[in-house]
């Protein structure tokens, strides 16, 4: 059979990265798209180790470079089978000194973006009977201080993959995935492990941080057919948090 076409958004770092990576070697073909043209060709020379990838510099939130981009991946392998809705920005900044280019940039990248490369990849993943699945986050839930704009993102996040698996069903699945806290300095442009201490993992239910292999195998569960009756769905991957009571 021909290998299914998957594109990962904000593919050069992080969560991104590494399911980019693993994806890759589990015999899939994967296009990176990435604004960061020196992270997106690291991440592609980590992919192409594992199995067939492309690198192709995209602004998700540029309607002209996703639709390029997607005309590209058409060219090159001739099918989309699914859509990673990955890319995001973060700014940690206090309500009255967060500006309206900032809050803009955040809704265009995160949330804008999705919508964008939904809206230009839905005939070919209709046509093959594909799937989404956009990122959003534990922060569409609960919050700390100063994170309006991510935190608004990711709950638009999580109401547009409902809206598009009404839409576009039954001919293409769209799911989300709110992940938690992640480790993802060794898969960051210029990381450093991260000096994480036993009451950062002991705090977890599970007894650990989690690690972008966590999201990866999940975000490859609801690309393939096994997920075939799961659609409109968030899954939450935290650890646990979002279960536990924390009271003072």
């Given amino acids: 059979m021909e290998k299914r076409v998957i594109i990962i958004t904000g593919a050069g770092q992080g969560i991104g990265r590494a399911t980019a990576v693993y994806l890759a070697g589990r015999q899939y073909r994967v296009a990176l798209f990435e604004r960061d043209a020196e992270a997106g060709r690291a991440a592609l020379a980590e992919a192409e180790r594992q199995g067939e990838a492309r690198f192709m510099e995209t602004d ?6 996703v ?4 005309r590209e991946v058409i060219d090159a392998w001739g099918r989309i089978d699914g859509l990673v809705n990955n890319a995001g920005h973060f700014v940690h900044q206090p309500l009255e000194e967060l500006s309206l280019g900032d809050w803009n940039r955040i ?3 995160n949330l ?3 919508f964008l490369c939904a809206k230009y990849a839905a005939p070919h993943l209709r046509s093959g009977r594909g799937a989404i699945v956009n990122m959003s986050s534990t922060r569409r839930l609960m919050s700390e201080p100063h994170t309006e704009a991510y935190a608004a993102s990711k709950g ?11 839409s576009l069903g039954p001919e293409v699945r769209v ?10 300095t060794p898969w960051q442009k210029d990381g450093e492990p991260t000096e994480l201490s036993q009451a950062d993992h002991d705090q977890h239910p599970v007894g650990r941080v989690g690690v972008p292999l ?7 569960y609801l690309l393939s057919e096994k997920s075939g009756f799961v659609t409109g769905q968030d899954f939450v991957i935290d650890g646990g948090m979002t279960r536990k009571m924390i009271y003072g």
């Fill in 60 to 65: 998700v939130s540029s309607e002209s470079s």
């Fill in 67 to 70: 639709r390029d981009a997607i």
């Fill in 107 to 109: 809704i265009g990248t």
């Fill in 112 to 114: 804008t973006g999705a």
């Fill in 156 to 166: 638009g996040i999580f109401a547009l993959t409902h809206a598009l698996a009404v």
């Fill in 175 to 184: 799911n989300s995935i709110s992940p938690g806290w992640i480790d993802v």
């Fill in 214 to 220: 966590d999201v990866a195998t999940m975000v490859e």
